[in-house]
Structure formats: C-alpha cells, structure tokens
C-alpha cells in the first residue's frame, strides 16, 4: 500500500488545514517557523535571532520568512520580525498548529508537506 492520497487527507486534517499548508507551507522550515511564532505571539527578533532559537542558519530563514510576509502571517520591519497574522488567519494558523500535536494528523501533515516539495510523478 503506498499510504494515504492527497485526497484522503483532506479528511484527516479537514479543508482549512489543507488550503493553509498548500497556500503557506513552503517546507518543513516554514513549519518551524509558523510553530515557533504561533507558540510566542509576543516575540519580536531579528533574523540572526530566530535562526539561533530555531537551531537554523540566517541565509535558509530569508526566503521562507519573505514568503510569510507576503502571505500577511508575519511583518517585518526594521530588520524585525513579529507574527501579525489578521483574526482569521491567526485561528487558521492554531488549527494547523493544534493539528502538529496529533499523531496520525501530523503524519498526514508531513506526508502533504513532503509531496508539495518532492511531487512523484504520475501521483
């Protein structure tokens, strides 16, 4: 059996999980990072410290908080970085991180991240 299909998924993690992952989880990178915002709404810190509470180098950080930016989850401004996600966005971003704390739905979720980074072909 080769496990779950996208389609199958959507059941497990539900629709809104889904279209978050697929419009804003770029990678297991971008997880983390969601994570750790998500966990420290209150946090404030520069790309040299993120990297350094996530055990990541700066130059990796770059694109994946840019992409966050741009998806209004995180604002940066004056080499700073803080969770800013609007109302919606924020229960959509608990969703998916209250979906990380269940086994059989984080399996789903990194089966799903790792398609969208290495899609097989002909799947």
């Known amino acids: 059996m080769e496990g779950l299909a996208l389609y199958d998924l959507e059941g497990v993690l539900g629709p809104a999980v889904m279209e978050f992952v697929d419009d804003h989880v770029r990678s297991l990178l971008t997880w983390d990072i969601l994570v750790f915002f ?38 940066k401004a004056g080499g700073l970085i803080r969770y800013k996600p609007t109302p919606d966005m924020r229960e959509t971003v608990a969703r998916f991180v209250d979906s990380c704390q269940d086994r059989g739905r984080r399996l789903a979720l990194i089966a799903l991240v790792l398609h969208k980074i290495n899609p097989v072909a002909g799947s």
Do not use: K
Not at 43 to 71: N, Q, W
């Open 38 to 75: 998500h966990r420290n709404a209150e946090a404030v810190l520069d790309l040299e410290g993120l990297a350094s509470r996530l055990g990541r180098r700066t130059e990796e950080l770059g694109p994946e908080i840019d992409a966050l930016c741009e998806g209004h989850i995180l604002a």
